[in-house]
């Protein structure tokens, strides 16, 4: 079949799936995802800190224009008494904490969701973001543990796990089978800053040593940065181990107690996306494991998706991106901003794009991904205030579409975020009509596929 026939064919479906409400579709190209839960407007100088600029989930759920919401974040998978701790600004500022955690009790989210999934929208949780700290996992045991935590707190309510699947290249990660006391790899060690550990008592109220032979970080940082062997503080209230409060470094869930919570009652998200933005320990298993976990599922479909920066590799994602032992991930949300091989670097008047790099991830798409029919969205700030740098007005951002319309992973947009978007009055709107434009429009870039 020709890629005209093939791009008519497309351009029908588009038109025959958008009906009273939307849905994410990646067998369609035309996704519109946005982000919700951290009042980027609110936060910003046009917004004036106004805790309001953000609407609960449910007012965007109203919107033909939007197939998907990415709530985020979640910043700790293991925090107090070993559950996880989100944040959502203003929505979740006012919610109850269950004893013993940071974690919110926010039913009225989990109300929204329920609401949202039943017009057709798709609610994913996001788990990253920059403020998350904990630098992954001790080892590949507690990334696992992690994984089952974020699954049994957010995703479906059932008691028995589906069993995990024998490792994968163990080997060739540079790790052998885990214990409770391995210790991370020493190739890529976080360069945050070194925790203090008066400041730390002082946070937790609770005495703290330093484990031997680990040294104190006065003598093992190096330029106040966490050296490649890596220090850890463990306090010594039980219950805190491995969780250093104001520190960075690879979590502990070797206290989690058995108990779980549920912060949006019975409501379960339909998936996970890992938003990382700096290198982490043990990251493949912990999303091998949540990719388990979807798979043993048969009642509905859920999601695993990623948020990678547009240099490739990335950085922070490619353990579980690349390999080895690459996860299967359904898409990648790809943040073409705050970087050299974004928007801003698209040259219309061109047919080569030396900077922009789309065809680098579909590249990736067909050749590298352990899921080949993996989708590629193309990630653009909503205004000007949502990014450090790269965003492009809609008269700008449809000419790229149109190009990211050439190659065979691309399924959408993705948006950052939603109430910047509702700011930019039309924004939506525009970047919908752009991804449904006719398909004669897209043989410009076909030879590109």
Same mark, same amino acid.
């Given at each position: ?221 190096? @330029?106040?940065?966490?050296? #490649?062997?890596?220090?850890? %503080?463990?306090? *010594?209230?039980?219950?805190? +181990?491995? &969780?250093? $409060? ?33 290198? @982490?320990?043990?990251?493949? #298993?912990?999303?091998?494991? %949540?990719?388990? *976990?979807?798979?043993?599922? +048969?009642? &509905?479909? $859920? ?147």
């Amino acid at each position: 079949m020709s890629f005209f026939q093939k791009a008519l064919g497309v351009t029908a479906a588009l038109a025959s799936v958008r009906g009273a409400y939307a849905k994410l579709d990646l067998s369609q190209r035309d996704n519109v995802v946005v982000y919700w839960g951290q009042n980027s407007l609110g936060a910003s100088t046009s917004g004036g800190g106004d805790e309001q600029a953000q609407k609960p989930l449910s007012h965007y759920c109203k919107d033909d224009n939007i197939d998907a919401i990415v709530m985020a974040f979640v910043m700790s998978i293991n925090g107090p008494g070993g559950a996880p701790v989100y944040d959502l600004a203003n929505i979740s500022k006012e919610c109850d904490t269950f004893d013993g955690t940071n974690l919110k009790n926010c039913p009225e989210v989990g109300e929204d969701i329920a609401e949202c999934q039943k017009n057709g929208k798709t609610i994913l949780l996001s788990i990253g973001g920059a403020t998350y700290k904990e630098a992954g996992f001790s080892s590949e045991k507690e990334a696992i543990a992690g994984a089952e935590s974020i699954w049994k707190t957010f995703g479906p309510t059932k008691k028995n796990l589906p069993a995990e699947k024998p490792s994968e290249n163990v080997a060739a990660l540079g790790q052998t089978q885990s214990t409770e006391t391995q210790k991370p790899a020493t190739t890529a060690a976080p360069t945050t800053a070194a925790p203090n550990p008066q400041s730390i008592v002082v946070a937790t109220g609770t005495n703290a040593a330093w484990n031997t032979p680990n040294p104190p970080v006065s003598q093992a940082s190096q @330029n106040g940065l966490w050296p #490649p062997q890596t220090t850890y %503080l463990t306090n *010594l209230v039980p219950q805190l +181990s491995g &969780r250093a $409060y104001g520190a960075s470094g690879p979590a502990s869930t070797s206290s989690q107690t058995s108990k779980v919570y549920r912060p949006f009652g019975k409501t379960s998200v339909d998936g996970f996306d890992l938003d990382f933005e700096t290198t @982490n320990y043990n990251m493949q #298993p912990f999303a091998k494991r %949540l990719r388990e *976990l979807i798979d043993g599922e +048969s009642d &509905r479909k $859920y999601y695993l998706t990623s948020a990678p920066q547009c240099p490739y590799p990335d950085a922070a994602d490619k353990d579980f991106l690349d390999g080895p032992g690459p996860v299967d991930m359904d898409a990648v949300f790809v943040q073409f901003y705050n970087n050299p091989c974004g928007l801003k670097s698209f040259d219309a008047n061109s047919d080569e794009q030396p900077q922009f790099n789309f065809k680098t991830w579909d590249d990736w798409a067909k050749d590298g991904s352990k899921n080949k029919d993996v989708k590629v969205l193309l990630g653009a700030p909503a205004n000007e205030e949502a990014s450090i740098s790269g965003f492009v007005p809609v008269s700008e951002l449809k000419p790229i579409i149109e190009y990211a319309q050439g190659f065979d992973s691309f399924g959408g947009a993705m948006v950052w975020d939603v109430t910047q978007a509702y700011e930019n009055k039309g924004f939506l709107s525009s970047v919908q009509q752009a991804l449904t434009q006719s398909a004669s429009r897209m043989l410009r870039y076909a030879f590109r596929r």
